[in-house]
Every structure is written in structure tokens, then in C-alpha cells.
């Protein structure tokens, strides 16, 4: 790649760093911190957040504060439209979900975290509450456990890479995805938050790729070791379903 070309993708993955540092705080971001938060020269900023401004990504409220702009409703309505499940496979969610008193979320990997994109909400007055979009890091979390299993040594390096105690961490999730390849599923107590409790499997493709984790998440006191048995009969059948039915998501686009 030239000097030229380099420059172009580097300008935009800071406006793309920008615009997620903005997008993350929804009370809005002044100039001051967008400089602090991203670490570039002020009048590199305020160059961004202009351009960003002009193309209706962000908007300034006043102040030299931004908070996302209109244009993003739109990608995100078009987001929406491209990751929603077709109803059919949303309904054996919210039957799950019903079933077995717990939420229910999908997850897929993007890049080194793991994004929410189908989320079922179990009825009870102490749940787990969690939105479509949500992300997460790929350091601790059952679901994170499935998805590292399937991408692979070189992404589990990266992602302990990145933590304060990577070699620690390395050796942790190496035997994470050692205990999910051999059991074929994993299990978390507490990893994330406090008190909370997860149990995930791979959804694969038909062609048998894994494309996301399918997790129930709830209180840990409701995990027991026989409900952890009933949770994994359920989240199985309804993975196996959405392999013989998910064509019709962009989950397998790229399977």
C-alpha cells in the first residue's frame, strides 16, 4: 500500500474510533474529551468530528459537545433490518425463553469482542437484561468460550494480547476452549458480573460451521446442576433447529 493509501484507511479507522467513543456515551462528548479519549492532536480531531458532522454521523448539541446524528438512524434501522431473525426463529427464542424461565441471547464474533444480535427476555422479576447491539469482550463469558473455540489459537493469543495479564489470561482460555471442544459447550459462574450465570452452545451453519453462541443467562443461585442439564436439552434442540432452518439469516451469510 502507498503512503497515500495508508493514510486514507488510517484517517478512517480514527473516525471510526471517534464515532464509536461517541456512540458509547450517550450524554454526548465534548471536544476535550474526544481528544483525551482517542489520544490524536486536537485539530485532528475537530477535523473528524466536522466531517463526521457534515455527513449527519454526529450532531453537535452545542458546546462543542456530540452526540450521534440522524444519519445513523438510518444505518441502524438498515443494521436491524440485515440481523433480524426471521420470525419463525424468533418465536422458538421467545418459547425458550418462556420455557425455561431465563434469558436467552445470541452472539456472534466481531473481530476481538462478541456482539448481541437475538435477544429473548425471560418473565421473571430478577432477570438478565441485555440488548440486541450489546458488546462484549471475548475474555470471560460461556458465550465467549463457544466463540473462541471456533475461531481458532491465533484469535484466543489476540484477545489475551490485550489484558494486563495476557499470559495468564492465554493459559485460562486455552483451557476454556480445551473444556468446549471436549464437551462441546461451556458454562460461566460469576466471570462478567457478579452473581450472574451463563451456559452456551455453537450455532452452526448447515454446513456445520459455528456462526454464533446460543446462551441462557440468569441468576446464579437458579443454576444448578439439574437445571444446567435441563438448559444445555433445550439450548441443543433449538441450535439444532436453527441449523436445519437459518437459511433465511444473515448469520449464514458467511458460512
Same mark, same amino acid.
Given at each position: 500500500?502507498?503512503?497515500?493509501?495508508?493514510?486514507?484507511?488510517?484517517?478512517?479507522?480514527?473516525?471510526?474510533?471517534?464515532?464509536?467513543?461517541?456512540?458509547?456515551?450517550?450524554?454526548?462528548?465534548?471536544?476535550?474529551?474526544?481528544?483525551?479519549?482517542?489520544?490524536?492532536?486536537? +485539530? +485532528?480531531?475537530?477535523?473528524?468530528?466536522? +466531517?463526521?458532522?457534515?455527513?449527519?454521523?454526529?450532531?453537535?448539541?452545542?458546546?462543542?459537545?456530540?452526540?450521534?446524528?440522524?444519519?445513523?438512524?438510518?444505518?441502524?434501522?438498515?443494521?436491524?433490518?440485515?440481523?433480524?431473525?426471521?420470525?419463525?426463529?424468533?418465536?422458538?427464542?421467545?418459547?425458550?425463553?418462556?420455557?425455561?424461565?431465563?434469558?436467552?441471547?445470541?452472539?456472534?464474533?466481531?473481530?476481538?469482542?462478541?456482539?448481541?444480535?437475538?435477544?429473548?427476555?425471560?418473565?421473571?422479576?430478577?432477570?438478565?437484561?441485555?440488548?440486541?447491539?450489546?458488546?462484549?469482550?471475548?475474555?470471560?463469558?460461556?458465550?465467549?468460550?463457544?466463540?473462541?473455540?471456533?475461531?481458532?489459537?491465533?484469535?484466543?493469543?489476540?484477545?489475551?494480547?490485550?489484558?494486563?495479564?495476557?499470559?495468564?489470561?492465554?493459559?485460562?482460555?486455552?483451557?476454556?476452549?480445551?473444556?468446549?471442544?471436549?464437551?462441546?459447550?461451556?458454562?460461566?459462574?460469576?466471570?462478567?458480573?457478579?452473581?450472574?450465570?451463563?451456559?452456551?452452545?455453537?450455532?452452526?451453519?448447515?454446513?456445520?460451521?459455528?456462526?454464533?453462541?446460543? +446462551?441462557?443467562?440468569?441468576?446464579?443461585?437458579?443454576?444448578?446442576?439439574?437445571?444446567?442439564?435441563?438448559?444445555?436439552?433445550?439450548?441443543?434442540?433449538?441450535?439444532?433447529?436453527?441449523?436445519?432452518?437459518?437459511?433465511?439469516?444473515?448469520?449464514?451469510?458467511?458460512?
Amino acid at each position: 500500500m502507498n503512503e497515500e493509501g495508508a493514510s486514507g484507511v488510517r484517517s478512517v479507522s480514527r473516525a471510526i474510533d471517534l464515532l464509536s467513543l461517541v456512540a458509547n456515551n450517550s450524554s454526548g462528548v465534548t471536544l476535550g474529551e474526544a481528544v483525551q479519549g482517542t489520544g490524536l492532536p486536537k +485539530t +485532528t480531531v475537530l477535523r473528524l468530528l466536522q +466531517t463526521l458532522e457534515a455527513h449527519g454521523m454526529l450532531w453537535n448539541i452545542g458546546s462543542q459537545t456530540y452526540v450521534p446524528g440522524p444519519g445513523l438512524l438510518h444505518l441502524s434501522s438498515s443494521a436491524s433490518d440485515a440481523w433480524r431473525l426471521p420470525p419463525e426463529m424468533a418465536r422458538m427464542l421467545d418459547d425458550l425463553a418462556h420455557r425455561v424461565g431465563e434469558t436467552v441471547n445470541a452472539w456472534v464474533r466481531d473481530n476481538l469482542t462478541r456482539v448481541c444480535v437475538a435477544h429473548a427476555e425471560a418473565q421473571q422479576s430478577l432477570r438478565h437484561v441485555i440488548r440486541v447491539g450489546a458488546q462484549r469482550p471475548l475474555s470471560s463469558g460461556a458465550s465467549a468460550k463457544v466463540l473462541l473455540a471456533a475461531a481458532g489459537d491465533d484469535v484466543v493469543r489476540d484477545v489475551a494480547a490485550i489484558s494486563d495479564d495476557s499470559s495468564g489470561l492465554l493459559q485460562q482460555l486455552r483451557e476454556a476452549v480445551a473444556e468446549v471442544n471436549a464437551q462441546g459447550w461451556a458454562l460461566s459462574h460469576g466471570e462478567r458480573e457478579e452473581g450472574l450465570s451463563a451456559v452456551a452452545v455453537p450455532i452452526r451453519s448447515p454446513s456445520g460451521n459455528v456462526v454464533a453462541a446460543l +446462551t441462557l443467562s440468569g441468576p446464579t443461585g437458579r443454576f444448578t446442576a439439574d437445571r444446567i442439564d435441563e438448559f444445555l436439552r433445550e439450548l441443543r434442540a433449538c441450535a439444532d433447529m436453527f441449523a436445519r432452518r437459518g437459511s433465511g439469516s444473515v448469520l449464514w451469510n458467511r458460512s
